[in-house]
């Protein structure tokens, strides 16, 4: 499999569940991102890993927890979410992340989340 | 701070009609890298070009051809001929300091 891989592809969750976004990346880069694609905020980023490292966190509510065991895999663990928190979330990789911005970033199809 | 504007937020069109999607871009930086995404219906973004803040060259790429004027701050992108294909949201991007600020994105409708 290659490029940028995400499970699952859609989730309905309760307001009480707990769940989790999987990210997986086949392309042997080093930084890993979260985005919410919401109609309200077409494109907002949320966290940002480099080198398993996290570099960035977009003022995001603790109800949503990052975790980056390793370059090639990325998580987003859900709890207590809010009807609001509806949206498409987006993984993304690129080499790396560096001073210069050069690097283009590479995109998963997205997790259509519903927070019933 | 940096930020993308993409003025347009739907353009529709009739099938091999040109069209223009605008962006406009601010910031401080001296280098920096411009970049353009298409998000097809499917939902993935596709990277489509990326031009450094050195070089204004335009770029021609098929039906795809992107115009950058640093004295006016734009990186504006022109489909020729346009297809039903072509439907999707367009992203404008902005890249320094090892931050990306993405445009609000341009929905083109491209119909038969």
């Known amino acids: 499999e290659t490029g940028v891989t995400q499970t699952p592809r859609h989730l309905v969750m309760g307001m009480t569940n707990k769940k989790s976004l999987k990210c997986e990346q086949h392309l042997g880069h080093n930084a890993m991102y979260w985005y919410k694609q919401s109609a309200k905020k077409p494109l907002e980023l949320m966290f940002v890993y480099n080198f398993k490292e996290q570099t960035e966190n977009n003022s995001v509510p603790s109800r949503f927890s990052p975790e980056c065991p390793n370059s090639s895999h990325l998580f987003l663990h859900l709890h207590t979410l809010q009807p609001e928190d509806s949206a498409l979330y987006l993984c993304a990789s690129s080499p790396r992340v560096e001073d210069s911005g050069f690097y283009e970033q590479y995109f998963g199809p997205g997790t259509r989340l519903t927070v019933t | 701070a940096q930020k993308v504007t993409q003025a347009q937020t739907e353009i529709s069109v009739v099938e091999k009609e040109d069209v223009t999607l605008d962006c406009v871009y601010e910031?401080?930086?001296?280098?920096?890298?411009l970049f353009w995404y298409k998000q097809p219906p499917s939902g993935e973004l596709v990277f489509l070009i990326r031009?450094?803040?050195?070089?204004?060259q335009n770029e021609i790429s098929g039906r795809y051809s992107w115009n950058f004027q640093k004295s006016t701050s734009s990186f504006n992108f022109t489909i020729t001929a346009s297809q039903v294909v072509d439907s999707a949201v367009y992203f404008c991007a902005l890249s320094n300091a090892g931050k990306s600020t993405f445009g609000d994105g341009t929905t083109l409708t491209v119909k038969p």
């Open positions: 031009r450094n803040s050195f070089d204004e």
């Open positions: 910031t401080r930086d001296t280098t920096y890298y």
